[in-house]
């Protein structure tokens, strides 16, 4: 029987196989951005998604307000696929996401 590989969404720019080091990279920023955000007092959940972990993120003072990460291994995107910013900047990234979840409560 032939070995089935994993599913890839081809549809996105971050659809890599969930055992390639893009893949592992992108888990591990992730869980440094959720680990940024829960300490400032937000709720940050890593999640398996289509082909990627994800990372949901929620206003605590609004939770309505919430919103979907990923992580390509090189840099942190909005679900849609806009980029928010390096992999590497991850308190810039947290700034960010923070920012923007904060707008939209006004």
């Known amino acids: 029987m032939a070995e089935r590989m994993p599913h890839i969404d081809s549809s996105s720019p971050l659809g890599a196989p969930p055992s390639s080091p893009e893949s592992q990279a992108g888990r591990r920023h992730l869980g440094h951005l959720r680990t940024v ?42 679900a849609w696929g806009q980029g928010i910013g390096p992999a590497d900047d991850v308190f810039a990234v947290a700034d960010k996401v923070q920012r923007v979840l904060r707008e939209a409560e006004r």
Do not use: M
Not at 40 to 61: H, M, Q
């Open 37 to 78: 955000l829960v300490a400032r007092g937000w709720k940050a959940e890593v999640r398996p998604g289509r082909g990627r972990d994800l990372l949901y993120v929620v206003n605590p003072a609004a939770h309505q307000l919430n919103e979907t990460i990923a992580c390509d291994g090189g840099s942190f995107r909005w």
